[in-house]
């Protein structure tokens, strides 16, 4: 990053709301006999600052609309940016990759002006996905 980058140092509380439009990837479908993405998943979504874990929510089964209401807190020092992933939980083996979203500390930081917090809906590039 830039020296003129800022940087987040703070307290980072960040709700998840939900998720909407949800589609398995291929990966995901390469033994499923649904080719067609009408397979539901068993989502869940990572929050992370730089690359570290702050948080999991719970897995939600055989659903694409997943809501959450879940709420996860922490003490930021020198944060460049929050990743959102969703993962498909499976059985046996690594739990699928579905989508992410990451969220630059400075945009956040420029779109809250002068208030100490930034509230809002963000939704992500990849289609569907929306948190809170």
């Not at 990572?46 to 929510?57: A, I, K, L, Y």
């Not at 699928?96 to 809250?112: G, I, K, S, Y």
Request: charged share 20%.
């Amino acid at each position: 990053m830039s020296s003129g980058t800022m940087k987040f140092n703070g307290y980072l509380r960040v709700r998840i709301g939900e998720a909407v439009g949800l589609q398995p990837t291929r990966w995901s479908l390469r033994h499923s006999l649904f080719k067609k993405g009408h397979q539901l998943l068993d989502p869940y979504l990572t929050v992370s600052v730089d690359q570290v874990r702050v948080g999991q929510t719970s897995t939600k089964q055989k659903t694409n609309k997943p809501t959450y209401n879940e709420e996860f807190c922490a003490n930021v020092t020198d944060g460049g940016h929050l990743e959102l992933a969703v993962f498909h939980e499976t059985p046996l083996g690594y739990d699928h990759f579905v989508a992410n979203c990451t969220l630059q500390f400075q945009e956040l930081l420029r779109t809250a002006g002068t208030s100490d917090t930034f509230e809002g809906w963000v939704t992500s590039q990849v289609k569907g996905l929306q948190y809170l």
